[in-house]
């Protein structure tokens, strides 16, 4: 039998949606906070030679370093106030969390509630600042070295470059937490998801005007059109499946009354981290490889030069690390989000067990081996997803926005924001119930 949820779900329309108001009032604010921020990733800070860049990203898009580009929605190519984007802000935040679970303190700031999470936020942005300002100053030193800059005094275009992508990034942060509070899905997340959505129009004439001029042929153009089909339909598969676990509930004496026992499941998704391991992974790659191309290449040694080549999609090293941290921070980020203890001491307090498991104990063990058996198979999916489509960017030239991170990334933000929305809906529909179950009851 179908739940009140499922039913509420099935039934929802336009109707439905035409009445919650303050779901309208949320996604203008989301609509409207990403405009401004792809209206901020056309600001460029003083000093710059265009042209320079112009040429230059001509010559590395299709490197880790375009990769960076297309999650800045472009604000690096054009050294755009925004060109570090949230990327410092998702740095520190890696930071905090292994801090979190080595650091006493920091554990114990965790354990207290809403007010240690407060805490720990205010110690992320702290940690932001300086990721910031150390990354804009190596920025800054490169461009000079580079030739990219026309400003006269150096002193004074660093410290003007310090102090814009310092302010650009803080205010990306701020914009993905009010979108967060104040409209719908996880800001953060819908700020690089709307960077690589702006960019692939552009990758898609692209890849017509190369079929046009017979540098790729139709048949290469389809297969990839059926593996951008084949990767968006596994991702939606994969994301919505579950393992539930079937948990009882016995017949309780409650008061004077007598309460049924009850079947439930606990539900465990494949991949409960979602799009968060390929965008840790990615964000650390891109910030060694960003200052090695920016730096001049005369200045540069051999091996330097190497390991430049060496870090771009394709080649063996990339390939090696990217797989390396995306498993790191899978199982990583799993750790923090499950504890299979605490869930084992609430379903003893509930008065719930699994079939043939003893409650307290042994259920955490159990649920701990479902946990680690699920991690390695979404470990394993994400590393494919992410890894597999590098091949053909490096052997067939596709742009970075028909890769595997990118429809990942793209692909779980849109199920994530409409699962909000659907939730608000749903909200809506009960408030609406109650209210008539009120008015009833006074006649």
């Known amino acids: 039998m179908a739940s009140l949820s499922d039913k509420l779900t099935s039934s929802m329309d336009f109707s439905a949606f035409s009445k919650a108001k303050d779901l309208q009032k949320r996604l203008l604010f989301t609509l409207f ?49 925004l060109a570090l984007n949230i990327m410092p802000y998702i740095s520190a935040s890696i930071i905090v969390q292994l801090g979190a679970s080595i650091i006493p303190s920091l554990m114990m700031l965790k354990k207290e509630g809403e007010s240690g999470l407060r805490k720990i936020n205010q ?148 991949n409960p981290t979602g799009v968060m391991p390929p965008i840790f992974a990615s964000a650390i790659l891109a910030i060694p490889v960003a200052i090695v191309q ?34 790191f921070f899978t199982f990583f980020y799993t750790g923090i989000q499950s504890n299979p203890t605490e869930t084992a001491d609430n379903l003893k307090k509930q008065g719930g067990f699994i079939a043939g498991i003893r409650p307290g104990k042994n259920t955490a063990e159990y649920l701990d081996y479902v946990i680690t058996r699920l991690t390695v198979l979404g470990a394993v999916y994400l590393t494919a997803l992410c890894i597999l489509p590098e091949f053909l960017i490096a052997t067939w030239g596709v742009p970075f926005f028909l890769g595997g991170t990118t429809l990942l990334i793209v692909v779980s933000v849109i199920m994530d924001t409409v699962s909000q929305i659907q939730s608000h809906l749903i909200a809506h529909q009960y408030e609406g119930l109650i209210k008539k179950a009120k008015l009833k009851g006074h006649f």
Request: no cysteine.
């Open 33 to 81: 906070a990403l405009i401004v921020f792809r209206l901020g990733t056309y600001i460029p800070f003083p000093g710059i030679n265009p042209g320079f860049l112009t040429e230059f990203f001509s010559e590395n898009s299709g490197g880790l370093l375009g990769m960076f580009n297309a999650f800045t929605g472009g604000a690096l190519s054009r050294m755009s106030i």
């Open 123 to 270: 110690y992320t942005r702290y940690l932001t600042v300086l990721i910031t300002v150390v990354q804009a100053f190596f920025m800054a030193k490169a461009l000079e070295s580079a030739g990219a800059v026309i400003m006269p005094s150096s002193a004074m275009f660093e410290l003007s470059t310090v102090v814009s992508l310092l302010g650009g990034t803080m205010f990306v942060v701020w914009l993905g937490e009010q979108i967060t509070a104040r409209g719908v899905g996880n800001g953060a997340s819908l700020i690089i998801m709307t960077g690589i959505v702006a960019g692939i129009p552009d990758a898609l004439v692209r890849l017509l005007e190369e079929n046009k001029t017979g540098a790729m042929s139709t048949g290469v153009l389809l297969a990839l059109l059926l593996m951008t089909f084949a990767i968006i339909y596994i991702v939606v598969f994969v994301e919505m499946a579950q393992r539930r676990i079937p948990v009882q509930y016995p017949k309780r004496q409650v008061g004077n009354r007598l309460m049924q026992g009850a079947n439930s499941h606990l539900p465990l998704k494949i």
């Open 294 to 327: 920016f730096s001049s290449k005369t200045n540069r040694s051999d091996w330097v030069s190497q390991l430049a080549v060496l870090l771009t999609p394709g080649q063996w090293l990339y390939i090696v690390l990217f797989a390396f941290l995306i498993m």
